[in-house]
């Protein structure tokens, strides 16, 4: 199957600290990219589709301003998470759509993101 | 509003035995689904899909049932074994764009 990879697979910072998460695929091209977050013990919660050229779409309640996406490749996605609070501790995971006739989505790994 | 919902937050089944694991819908334009295996800290891995124009799908151990008038969609593992112990996800795509809508998860405990 396809592969999806995310740097850093941990990181922990300071309060106040801006923390950049990429999201790769590997072995496609994909045109778009999702972005997730999951709090222990509960669902995938879908933050913002990432699409290569343009603007992502945030889902309601997730701040742009926040969470920035850029899309600038066919194979990148990151995730930056501005002035980071103890709050915006999660696992972030990325997943990757390959497009033309496939129907799944490829996972990353995930993140583990802790803010002191 | 939960569109996709797994109501069994665990399960617990004897190695060697038959696992299902349900999901229910409430979305009338989801168009496929999909079934997703998680280990803690680690991303969601691909485990079997099927389209709503098909009622069955079925792969090696797994066998996933849709029942589009009820909106309830079933995993089965048979035979169940201990590697099979995990978070299982189910996920719903509309025929709207790529995004998935994923259930809670059911955690399933494989017993030796």
């Known amino acids: 199957g396809a592969v999806v990879s995310q740097h850093p697979s941990r990181v922990i910072c300071k309060s106040g600290t801006s923390v950049k998460i990429e999201c790769r695929s590997l072995d496609f091209q994909a045109t778009t990219m999702f972005w997730y977050r999951q709090f222990p013990k509960q669902s995938l919660m879908l933050m913002a589709t990432s699409n290569e050229g343009s603007k992502a779409t945030y889902e309601q309640g997730v701040e742009k301003d926040k969470f920035l996406i850029n899309h600038a490749s066919l194979t990148l996605s990151t995730l930056t998470v501005t002035s980071a609070h103890p709050e915006d501790s999660s696992f972030y995971i990325c997943s990757a759509f390959p497009g033309q006739g496939n129907n799944e989505q490829f996972f990353g790994p995930g993140t583990r993101l802790t803010v002191l | 509003d939960q569109q996709v919902k797994q109501n069994s937050p665990s399960l617990s089944v004897q190695e060697g035995r038959i696992s299902i694991l349900n999901c229910d819908y409430t979305?009338?334009?989801?168009?496929?689904f999909l079934w997703y295996k998680k280990y803690p800290a680690e991303g969601p891995t691909f485990l079997i899909s099927i389209s709503s124009i098909k009622d069955k799908n079925e792969d090696g151990r797994f066998t996933v049932f849709l029942n589009k008038s009820a909106k309830h969609l079933s995993l089965h593992i048979v035979p169940s074994q201990p590697g099979d112990s995990a978070v299982y996800f189910c996920?719903?795509?509309?025929?709207?764009?790529?995004?998935?809508?994923f259930g809670g998860g059911t955690r399933l405990m494989v017993k030796p």
């Open positions: 979305n009338s334009m989801f168009d496929y």
């Open positions: 996920a719903a795509r509309g025929n709207a764009g790529n995004m998935l809508t």
